[in-house]
Each structure stands twice: as structure tokens, then as C-alpha cells.
């Protein structure tokens, strides 16, 4: 199992990113996915997941509206579209494989970084 974010970077406040992780390894469509972040010196922290098959998503409140979870189950890649940034989003970016839906994650990538500066 492999997973592989791209699509970080420095950005003003008030711009967008479109974060992607690439999947292989693993039927792709039969998992949830979700990214979480992690900004400087804070902990893990959940943003959203998606279904594999019936595409229900779920955010965390304070990005809804803002950020938008897609996938293409055939190219086996995950995304994560963040617009309206704040300084705030500054983090850390991961995708992570679900096992339930739930949190359970089992496998990670390596992240990547989004900050957001004047």
C-alpha cells in the first residue's frame, strides 16, 4: 500500500489549493479515505472522509463550506479541494486509508505542507 500527496504550498490568504493523493496497493474504491493535518506544534486533526463506493463525505465543522473532499475511484486518487484559506489552515496535509469509517486508519502518506502567508 502506498500513498502519495502532492499539491501543497505557499499561498496567500484567501486563495485556493487542490490537494491530491495518489493510492495504489489496495482496491481503491473499497475503502473510506480522509485527510488529516497537522499544523506546527499541535496535534492530529481530522478534516474529512469519503465513502469509497456511495460517495458520502464528512468534514470537520470549521472548514465546511471551504474545503470540498472529491475522488476518482478509477484513477485511484484522492483530493482535497481547500479554497478561502486562512493562516489558520497552515498544516500539514495527509491522506490516510479508513479501515471503518471511524478513524481507524492503517495506512498514511508522507504529507503534504500548506501554509498560508502574507
Known amino acids: 500500500v502506498q500513498l502519495v500527496e502532492s499539491g501543497g504550498g505557499l499561498v496567500q490568504p484567501g486563495g485556493s489549493l487542490r490537494l491530491s493523493c495518489a493510492a495504489s496497493?489496495?482496491?481503491?474504491?473499497?475503502?473510506?479515505m480522509s485527510w488529516v493535518r497537522q499544523a506546527p506544534g499541535k496535534g492530529l486533526e481530522w478534516v474529512s472522509d469519503m465513502a469509497g463506493d456511495d460517495g458520502r463525505t464528512n468534514y470537520v465543522d470549521f472548514v465546511k463550506g471551504r474545503f470540498t473532499i472529491s475522488r476518482d475511484n478509477a484513477k485511484s486518487t484522492l483530493y482535497l479541494q481547500i479554497n478561502s484559506l486562512k493562516p489558520e489552515d497552515t498544516a500539514l496535509y495527509y491522506c490516510a486509508r479508513d479501515l471503518t469509517g471511524w478513524g481507524e486508519y492503517d495506512y498514511w502518506g508522507q504529507g503534504t505542507q500548506v501554509t498560508v502567508s502574507s
Open positions: 496497493g489496495f482496491t481503491f474504491s473499497s475503502y473510506y
